[in-house]
């Protein structure tokens, strides 16, 4: 794994990386895990791992998403990011309103980032689908959550590793990423714009109203905002250097068995919130057929 996009989180130097670890010039040293994966995280912030999803709920995730369940959310975003890949010519998506983007060439040793990448299923699949189609993107992979980083390391050695906190300054130079990746994850609209090259691409993922409404109505799953598109547009473009280029809309019906319906749970943010009868009601979860709604927001860095 190289490792030349990645700045040190203690004084943002250039890190260097080795099989064992990575280092700046300063000294600064992060030893790689058996597993693969760096933590990043600064000393004084590992307690925030906490904060990440359990290894329970990753587990569920990856045994939901390796189903293939959300397989149309993942051609949608490939589709988002293929369209901008036409064959001997640079990235180039037309934008709304007559506006154009910059033009966003992208080679092999260029990067994408998913900013909460959990378990690795999205990052993974779509660099595997880029790579066949002769456009390889070296993958970069941060969550917060130690087990995640884990699992993403062990299952995709072909993902750079790294525990890293969305909320704080990413371990990315400046310009280091021409894809940024946020599938329901925490964002963080400066850092996603810093880290950005000029005309690269913020895919960014939120369910829409409709999404599991047949399994909102018997489970203990959180609400949604119903303004929470305009809102997070609102905050993405705030400070002026991510531009809206988009949204394409994901809504089909997914008939699961139980396993499947209980894993769905599991792996939503509702589970840091289950009690015991929370988990037996989910136990006993029958077949369903489920609404996938899913909106996909597409920024351009300016």
Not at 69 to 78: C, E, F, G, Q, R
Not at 166 to 175: E, F, K, N, Q
Not at 198 to 216: D, F, K, M, N, S
């Amino acid at each position: 794994m190289t490792a030349g996009p990645l700045i040190c989180p203690v004084c943002a130097a250039p890190l260097a990386g080795t099989t064992t670890a990575l280092c700046c010039p300063a000294g600064h040293h992060f030893d790689r895990a058996r597993e693969g994966y760096v933590n990043l995280l600064p000393a004084r912030g590992r307690r925030a791992v906490d904060r990440g999803d359990t290894a329970a709920m990753l587990r569920a995730r990856r045994t939901f998403l390796e189903a293939g369940y959300y397989l149309p959310l993942l051609a949608a975003l490939y589709d988002d990011i293929a369209s901008l890949l036409p064959p001997a010519s640079p990235l180039a998506r037309p934008m709304d309103e007559g506006s154009k983007a910059e033009a966003l060439p992208l080679h092999p040793s260029e990067s994408m980032l998913d900013a909460g990448c959990g378990e690795g299923w999205y990052l993974a699949s779509l660099g595997a689908r880029l790579a066949a189609a002769g456009r390889p993107v070296q993958l970069i992979g941060t969550d917060i959550s130690r087990d995640a980083a884990r699992l993403t390391a062990r299952r995709y050695p072909e993902i750079l590793t790294l525990v890293a906190d969305t909320a704080r300054r990413l371990p990315l130079a400046d310009g280091a990423a021409r894809i940024v990746l946020n599938v329901f994850a925490p964002r963080n609209p400066a850092e996603f714009a810093r880290v950005l090259a000029p005309g690269g691409l913020l895919l960014t993922v939120i369910p829409a109203p409709e999404h599991l409404r047949e399994l909102r109505a018997v489970a203990p799953l959180l609400a949604i905002e119903p303004d929470k598109e305009s809102e997070l547009i609102a905050r993405l473009t705030a400070a002026g250097r991510l531009y809206p280029a988009g949204r394409t809309p994901v809504a089909y019906a997914m008939r699961l068995p139980p396993a499947a319906v209980q894993a769905l749970v599991m792996m939503s943010p509702a589970a840091h919130h289950l009690d015991d009868a929370d988990l037996q009601l989910v136990a006993e979860l029958p077949a369903m057929t489920i609404t996938a709604s899913f909106v996909v927001l597409r920024f351009i860095r300016r």
